[in-house]
């Protein structure tokens, strides 16, 4: 069975803020992920794309609105347009001490796909530079994108992301037979009744469970019931509240 992804020493599931603390702040940026580490959040999650000069650069669409596709632009011009957006470096050194599960953005139906997998490249290359095995989880919802991942190096936890489907059954079969240490699945396809099994049968395949964008309190009393090993929210005050 694959190690967790992620240490859990607090007794309950981790808490991760979504994009950071987007109530409290711009999404994605500097500013949202100090307000999730002020709100007392285990760590962050964030989206992460490419430069036309190959840097990583963190924000969640393709394009953006006064630029349009950050792939075609380079580091400094999007500098200039677009202050507020950071680099995955820089993230990392704001969230030193914390969790972070970067999500590669790669979609064939975006302007900026990345059939060669050079960003998943990138980001193993600055963990590894960085020493962040124990502090990063690498995610996304194209499942060649987490397996060049792990083919660069299997030491780099990686977490399969998806929606509808493949239903979680499947996703774990297929997250375990391709060696990743976690999935998550939208929270919504955890349904009352079958999340416990669901989460229990991951488990059994060395899984960890890491569920997203989970806000309504009751579903996260219920899935943290149920044993997820994560919960992303944009709320991670009201879910630490919650969780104790």
């Known amino acids: 069975m694959s190690p967790s992804a992620f240490v859990h020493p607090v007794g309950r599931p981790l808490v991760l803020g979504h994009r950071g603390a987007p109530r409290l702040a711009r999404e994605n940026t500097l500013e949202?992920?100090?307000a999730a580490r002020e709100l007392g959040a285990d760590g962050v999650e964030l989206d992460v794309r490419a430069t036309s000069d190959g840097a990583l650069v963190v924000h969640h669409d393709?394009?953006?609105e006064g630029l349009g596709v950050l792939a075609?632009?380079?580091l400094a011009e999007i500098r200039v347009a677009l202050p507020f957006v950071p680099t995955l470096e820089e993230v990392f050194e704001a969230c030193t001490g914390m969790l972070v599960n970067v999500e590669i953005k790669?979609?064939?139906a975006d302007a900026d796909f990345d059939p060669e997998e050079r960003v998943a490249a990138a980001v193993v290359e600055l963990v590894r530079a960085g020493g962040?095995?124990?502090t990063v989880l690498v995610s996304s919802f194209h499942l060649p994108t987490i397996d060049r991942v792990?083919?660069?190096d299997p030491d780099l936890a990686t977490g399969y992301l998806f929606v509808l489907e493949p239903t979680v059954l499947e996703g774990a079969e297929v997250a375990a037979a391709h060696g990743h240490r976690a999935i998550h699945p939208f929270f919504g396809v955890l349904a009352v009744e079958a999340a416990s099994t669901a989460v229990r049968r991951a488990?059994?395949?060395g899984l960890d469970v890491n569920v997203w964008t989970v806000n309504g309190e009751d579903d996260i009393a219920r899935l943290?019931?149920?044993g997820v090993n994560t919960i992303m929210t944009d709320l991670p005050d009201v879910a630490l509240g919650i969780l104790g």
């Open 150 to 152: 792990h083919a660069l």
């Open 106 to 108: 790669n979609s064939p």
């Open 72 to 74: 075609e632009h380079s």
């Open 62 to 64: 393709a394009a953006a």
């Open 224 to 226: 943290a019931a149920a």
């Open 203 to 205: 488990h059994e395949r």
């Open 32 to 34: 949202a992920f100090v």
């Open 132 to 134: 962040l095995y124990a």
